[in-house]
């Protein structure tokens, strides 16, 4: 398969290995399944922790 192609704000990326993508969490979401929402703290967490930065 192809790399994905994505368009933010007008502007064409292909994401490649290592890329970073952060999707943002609807407050549907915590409210039907907040095991997701632990989940994603605790991954924020260890990417804070191994060095990751804004």
């Known amino acids: 398969a ?3 192609k ?3 704000k007008g502007e064409d990326y292909t994401l490649t ?3 970073v993508v952060i999707a943002a969490i609807t407050s549907c979401t ?3 399944n ?3 929402m632990v989940a994603a703290g605790l991954l924020a967490k260890k990417a804070v922790e191994k060095g990751l930065k804004r």
Do not use: F, I, L, W
């Open 34 to 36: 907040p095991s997701v």
């Open 6 to 8: 994505v368009q933010v």
């Open 17 to 19: 290995d290592g890329d």
């Open 2 to 4: 192809g790399k994905p």
């Open 30 to 32: 915590n409210t039907s």
